[in-house]
């Protein structure tokens, strides 16, 4: 669906103007479906230039609707359709610029009929909608009208759906040249960095409306401002600019990522008060051997070991468990074998499964693994890759709590509490934090571990 537009406007300087008239066809590539034709009422003066242009004077527009009246209307005829103009980058800017003034995020997709027109009309000696109309032999009446213009539009266009025999047109595949919705917005994601940080977007009330962590900052950005789900969508429609920052690392992402949840609580992020943990993994006894086990969040009751973002997160951070620390896939849930599991056929199973080795020499594996990411009452600083060169960063852990994070360069000496709370960015308290600290724990995703001494 299309919806074919042109409008006047006051003149004056970029950002200032006023729409005057607007038109706008509503078009299914064969039929016009629906149409909207009006003078609007401006705030400022009409350039003598644009009367004398357009003929449009000052005593036309006095008993127009003002814009705010026609808005709901604009918005349901476009609903749904991409925006085709000529020149269409200021057609649409100043559709998002009169929206703004009442708190509104406009946005559509938009094709620009000049760089097709070059594509598909080489030997045309201009292509100015008046002179490239009469080439084409389209007739044009009231021209610099929004009617007028619009519907000249209208013509070439059909024109141009028939060239397009590849039919990029209609999929909405336009290459960068035609301002695909790609291009429109990489302005915010090229020169963001391919490293791994946080992104926010801000809406025109510079509020977060969106946040997240990421391996890769740019990438992450193009995706949720390219996407085609509805997500993406919404983000979309209330951009208005982004930022970024590096953090160095996957931890502190994580752990910043948290925190902003619960601070800034940004409108299109489904979790937006934290990071969910719906699995977790627990620990139980099975005739006496200790296993691992993945259930729904529930009351702990003891036996809580780590918290999981996810089903397939526990299920594979399991199965790593299992493979490290030799412990038997049957008992774990993970092999759904009857009997023994197939570990044990080959030989990587110790025999737990058949009752074949002893429950202390099995269950001793399984408290080595729960030492490992045990933080009770311990004191340390994790460390890792800063954000540039000569950095690191570290993960304040104390009694088994995580209190924050900093920076330091190489050559600076961090080791005593005092020096760390002068650093440190600190965050609130927060289970799911102490888990994700646990699973890096396990996975020896850091540089070094330095104990502290209170």
């Avoid at 000696?125 to 539009?153: C, F, N």
């Avoid at 401002?225 to 992402?253: D, F, H, P, Q, W």
Wanted: proline fraction near 3%.
């Amino acid at each position: 669906m299309y919806a074919i537009l042109d409008i006047e406007a006051t003149g004056g300087k970029k950002g200032e103007e006023d729409i005057i008239e607007v038109a706008i066809y509503r078009f299914d590539g064969k039929n016009i479906e629906d149409q909207l034709i009006s003078l609007v009422s401006p705030d400022r003066q009409i350039d003598a230039y644009v009367q004398k242009l357009t003929q449009i004077t000052p005593k036309m527009v006095k008993s127009a609707p003002k814009f705010h009246e026609i808005a709901k209307r604009i918005i349901e005829i476009t609903d749904g359709a991409i925006l085709v103009g000529h020149n269409v980058d200021f057609d649409y800017r100043m559709l998002k610029q009169e929206f703004r003034k009442f708190g509104y995020t406009y946005y559509r997709e938009t094709i620009d009929t000049v760089p097709l027109c070059e594509k598909y009309f080489p030997e045309a000696t201009s292509y100015s909608l008046g002179k490239l109309s009469k080439e084409l032999g389209i007739p044009v009446a009231d021209r610099h009208r929004a009617s007028g213009d619009a519907r000249a539009t209208l013509e070439i266009f059909k024109l141009l759906l028939d060239k397009d025999f590849l039919k990029d047109i209609s999929k909405n595949e336009i290459s960068n040249e035609t301002k695909t919705s790609s291009g429109r917005f990489s302005e915010f994601y090229n020169d963001a960095p391919n490293a791994i940080g946080m992104f926010y977007i801000f809406d025109s009330n510079k509020n977060v409306v969106y946040l997240s962590r990421s391996h890769n900052i740019s990438q992450s950005i193009r995706k949720i401002l390219t996407g085609k789900n509805a997500l993406s969508n919404r983000v979309r429609m209330a951009l208005e600019s982004v930022k970024y920052e590096i953090t160095g690392n996957e931890l502190i992402s994580w752990i910043k990522e948290n925190h902003e949840l619960q601070r800034l609580k940004p409108t299109f992020n489904e979790r937006s008060k934290k990071i969910s943990f719906p699995y977790m993994i627990y620990l139980g006894k099975k005739n006496g051997y200790k296993t691992l086990y993945i259930e729904k969040s529930r009351e702990a009751k003891g036996n809580g070991v780590l918290r999981m973002t996810s089903l397939p997160f526990a299920q594979n951070l399991l199965s790593l468990v299992t493979e490290e620390f030799e412990l038997c896939p049957l008992l774990n849930g993970i092999s759904k074998c009857d009997e023994n599991c197939f570990s044990y056929e080959i030989g990587e199973c110790h025999g737990a499964c058949v009752g074949e080795e002893s429950i202390e020499s099995y269950n001793e594996r399984v408290d080595a693994f729960l030492e490992k990411i045990n933080l009770d009452n311990k004191s340390f600083l994790m460390t890792g890759n800063g954000r540039k060169i000569g950095e690191n960063s570290f993960v304040w852990i104390e009694k088994g709590i995580c209190l924050g994070y900093g920076y330091y360069e190489l050559n600076h000496q961090i080791k005593t509490p005092q020096i760390i709370r002068e650093r440190m960015i600190p965050v609130e308290h927060d289970e799911g934090v102490d888990s994700i600290v646990k699973g890096f724990l396990f996975s020896e995703k850091y540089k070094d571990l330095i104990p502290i001494k209170l």
